[in-house]
Structure formats: structure tokens, C-alpha cells
Nanobody
Framework: QVQLVESGGGLVQAGGSLRLSCAAS????????MGWFRQAPGKEREFVAA????????YYADSVKGRFTVSRDNAKNTVYLQMNSLKPEDTAVYYC?????????????????WGQGTQVTVSS
């Protein structure tokens, strides 16, 4: 099973940008579709973005469409989440996830490996 480590979170003002990275190890990265989820205090974990194993298919939550971009570099075993035009409501812990088998990219239950999360805080 692949191990995932997120980085790149932090504190940013509204309207700013951050790029999250998720480095994978211990598995064949090319075999995994990847996803990003987030969880704000007192709320359930929600889908943010996902990409296929080659990165040629991408999926976004309506709340981030046009502002966030998911991409991957299979040579570096890394998936990225570029976040632009950040809003205070984007504040959450962001999790990277890997999915080895076919399944709904929007559902957290289809992912079998998770990172520890990285905090993103957007101030108004």
C-alpha cells in the first residue's frame, strides 16, 4: 500500500495562492488514481479534486472549480493541488488520497490510502 505525505499548507490571506504537494512512496505510483479531500472544523470530510492515474482526467468540486487545479508528476511520484483565489471558506485540513481500483473519484470510501493532512488557513 502506498504511503502519502502532504506538504505546502500554511496561512494565506484571502485572494492568495498555495500549492499543496503529496509525495507517494512504497508503491507503484502510476497504478493509483489520486484525490484531494478537506475537512473543516465541525464538518465532514469533503471531496475537493481528483485525477486519473495518467492525470488526463480531472474532477473538481463545484466550490473550487476554476480556482483549484490538480496535477501529477509520475516521474516524481507526486500529486499537486494548486489553489488560487483562496477564500476563508477554503480553510481546512487537506488530505491526499490514493485509489488503486476503479471507483467513484468523488467518494472518499473508494480510496485506500490517506496522508496525514496539511492545514490550510485563509484569513479574511
Amino acid at each position: 500500500q502506498v504511503q502519502l505525505v502532504e506538504s505546502g499548507g500554511g496561512l494565506v490571506q484571502a485572494g492568495g495562492s498555495l500549492r499543496l504537494s503529496c509525495a507517494a512512496s512504497g508503491g507503484t505510483f502510476n497504478n493509483y488514481a489520486m484525490g484531494w479531500f478537506r475537512q473543516a472544523p465541525g464538518k465532514e470530510r469533503e471531496f475537493v479534486a481528483a485525477c486519473s492515474w495518467r492525470g488526463d482526467s480531472t474532477y473538481y468540486a463545484d466550490s473550487v472549480k476554476g480556482r483549484f487545479t490538480v496535477s501529477r508528476d509520475n516521474a516524481k511520484n507526486t500529486v499537486y493541488l494548486q489553489m488560487n483565489s483562496l477564500k476563508p471558506e477554503d480553510t481546512a485540513v487537506y488530505y491526499c488520497a490514493a485509489r488503486e481500483w476503479d471507483g467513484d473519484p468523488y467518494r472518499s470510501g473508494t480510496y485506500n490510502s490517506w496522508g496525514q493532512g496539511t492545514q490550510v488557513t485563509v484569513s479574511s
